[in-house]
């Protein structure tokens, strides 16, 4: 079934199946397609996010569960409490599906790693379809944060959508690019990979 993303500005995308059909402004892509199921999101619709820490947000933090949160909190443990942790390898899927989640709640799309060297964190990234890019060196610098545009270095988007193309891409609820650049991307309302939905802020 073909789908139009429309944001706030009347900028929309029409969707089917995992790749973009048509780019335009939301009058001519309805006219287009006029059957095509039509979301009109808040804000402004971009390229999804690279995050560049994907290695130290994914193997080198433990996300916790909201059941854990009395004993360990909310925030990734990193350091001498993951040490002191010591998650096995269940853990360590549970944690790499709830941190790809977050991330997905920050309009990311594809993190940039070293190798992932924990099957169960390859497996978590692969299901959700999230893009795994090849990063330069062994540390960008910066600080690991789910939101890119907290980490301290340039942000980092997805390829451009145009016709054709993956369907990858966020949209923020912003008005302009540069209140995204200002509020960051916990902004986020709705995530879209290939084509699905694979977040949207309740």
């Known amino acids: 079934m073909l789908t139009i993303h429309a944001d706030s500005r009347g900028r929309a995308l029409a969707v089917e199946g995992a790749r973009i059909a048509e780019t335009g402004p939301l009058d001519r892509l309805v006219a287009a397609y006029p059957a ?3 979301r009109q999101w808040p804000g402004i619709l971009t390229p999804g996010l690279v995050n560049p820490h994907g290695t130290e947000l994914l193997e080198r933090a433990y996300h916790p569960d909201p059941r854990e949160a009395d004993e360990l909190g909310t925030e990734p443990l990193t350091g001498d409490a993951l040490t002191a942790l010591a998650p096995d390898d269940a853990r360590w899927g549970a944690s790499a599906r709830r941190g790809v989640q977050r991330m997905l709640a920050h309009g990311t ?3 940039a790693c070293a190798e992932l060297r924990r099957r169960a964190v390859r497996d978590a990234v692969a299901r959700t379809g ?3 890019v090849a990063r330069p060196g062994p540390q960008p610098g910066g600080v690991p944060s789910l939101d890119p ?3 301290g270095l340039p942000v980092e ?5 145009e016709r054709g193309s993956a369907a990858r891409f966020a949209v923020f609820d912003v008005p302009d690019e540069a209140a995204l650049a200002d509020r960051g991307a916990a902004t986020c309302v709705a995530t879209v990979i290939d084509g699905r939905l ?3 802020r309740r």
């Not at 988007?157 to 959508?161: E, G, L």
């Open 36 to 38: 095509a199921r039509v």
């Open 109 to 111: 799309v594809a993190v």
């Open 198 to 200: 694979v977040h949207r």
């Open 130 to 132: 999230l893009a795994v």
């Open 157 to 161: 988007f997805a390829p451009p959508r």
């Open 149 to 151: 545009y907290a980490c």
